[in-house]
């Protein structure tokens, strides 16, 4: 049954509502931590999906691949604000780039690979480590004096692009980090890992858009693993949202908002995991 045809009034105001509200959130958090936003658009997605009965084996995957469509352009303008305030190093970009564009490509095939109860296991375990990392803030820390030389910066960049495109991230989660760890100042992390989750995003999503081409059950409104309806409607609050959260990155008392965000995220894991038994 189309669940979309069945919807009254009140269901698709809900619906509408909830995708708009989500596109803020992830926005606002895609702007404060260069995350990308996946990490909220990807339950969402899932739990708004869920709540109009929903429950089609490619669920995860039209989840995850939707979330990297949306990281192109809220990538984008997250990229550019922290580049206006000169937080972007292009150097780094390139460094990475390589290695994540091959992770991706890994990480891409074997989401195809997965069945969708997998693929929400594999993201819920994510999110619980994603939590911890955020809570210790690597970025207290400064193990090197300096980015490593190739091949580790291959070696890293092909794990956080297969990482984040198996669970539908920007891959800022993993980025900054590594390069706190580095030496990297937190605010150039942050705005270097905002252009990396665009070169993560773009060819994730047109890999999840390809692999869905011709998969049954998934969401009307879907080109491949991608729902242009969901994109359609969570872009405008997420675009208008990021730029506050730029703003507060560089203005707000960022380890209180990041205890925050990792509680919420262990939340969702939890959620996530209940769901599936």
Same mark, same amino acid.
């Given at each position: 049954?189309?669940?979309?045809?069945?919807?009254?009034?009140?269901?698709?105001?809900?619906?509408?509502?909830?995708?708009?509200?989500?596109?803020?959130?992830?926005?606002?958090?895609?702007?404060?931590?260069?995350?990308?936003?996946?990490?909220?658009?990807?339950?969402?997605?899932?739990?708004?999906?869920?709540?109009?009965?929903?429950?089609?084996?490619?669920?995860?995957?039209?989840?995850?691949?939707?979330?990297?469509?949306?990281?192109?352009?809220?990538?984008?303008?997250?990229?550019?604000?922290?580049?206006?305030?000169?937080?972007?190093?292009?150097?780094?970009?390139?460094?990475?780039?390589?290695?994540?564009?091959?992770?991706?490509?890994?990480?891409?095939?074997?989401?195809?690979?997965?069945?969708?109860?997998?693929?929400?296991?594999?993201?819920?375990?994510? !999110?619980? &480590?994603? %939590? $911890? *990392?955020?809570?210790?803030?690597? +970025?207290?820390?400064? /193990?090197?004096?300096? @980015?490593?030389?190739?091949?580790?910066?291959?070696?890293?960049?092909?794990?956080?692009?297969?990482?984040?495109?198996?669970?539908?991230?920007?891959?800022?989660?993993?980025?900054?980090?590594?390069?706190?760890?580095?030496?990297?100042?937190?605010?150039?992390?942050?705005g270097t890992a905002a252009a990396l989750g665009v070169v993560i995003a773009v060819p994730g999503a047109l890999g999840f858009m390809f692999t869905g081409l011709g998969e049954d059950g998934r969401p009307p409104f879907s080109v491949g693993y991608v729902n242009i309806l969901a994109w359609a409607l969570i872009l405008p609050g997420a675009? !208008?949202? &990021?730029? %506050? $959260? *730029?703003?507060?990155?560089?203005? +707000?008392?960022?380890? /209180?908002?990041?205890? @925050?965000?990792?509680?919420?995220?262990?939340?969702?894991?939890?959620?996530?995991?209940?769901?599936?038994?």
């Amino acid at each position: 049954m189309d669940i979309f045809a069945a919807l009254v009034f009140q269901d698709w105001a809900l619906f509408i509502l909830s995708l708009t509200v989500l596109g803020v959130v992830a926005g606002f958090m895609a702007g404060l931590f260069g995350v990308g936003g996946g990490l909220v658009l990807v339950p969402g997605l899932f739990f708004v999906f869920q709540g109009l009965g929903f429950e089609a084996e490619s669920l995860m995957h039209v989840c995850i691949g939707t979330s990297l469509a949306l990281i192109i352009p809220n990538g984008l303008m997250s990229a550019r604000a922290h580049w206006r305030k000169g937080a972007v190093d292009f150097g780094l970009v390139k460094t990475l780039g390589a290695g994540v564009l091959t992770g991706v490509f890994m990480g891409v095939v074997l989401a195809d690979y997965l069945a969708s109860a997998a693929l929400q296991k594999v993201f819920a375990g994510g !999110v619980l &480590v994603f %939590a $911890g *990392v955020m809570l210790f803030d690597p +970025a207290r820390l400064k /193990v090197l004096t300096g @980015v490593p030389a190739r091949p580790w910066t291959g070696i890293v960049g092909a794990g956080i692009g297969a990482v984040s495109s198996l669970i539908g991230i920007g891959g800022g989660t993993l980025s900054v980090p590594f390069m706190s760890l580095c030496g990297v100042p937190i605010h150039r992390a942050i705005g270097t890992a905002a252009a990396l989750g665009v070169v993560i995003a773009v060819p994730g999503a047109l890999g999840f858009m390809f692999t869905g081409l011709g998969e049954d059950g998934r969401p009307p409104f879907s080109v491949g693993y991608v729902n242009i309806l969901a994109w359609a409607l969570i872009l405008p609050g997420a675009l !208008v949202s &990021v730029k %506050a $959260g *730029v703003w507060a990155a560089h203005k +707000a008392p960022v380890d /209180v908002m990041r205890r @925050v965000f990792s509680g919420f995220l262990v939340i969702v894991a939890i959620k996530i995991w209940i769901d599936i038994f």
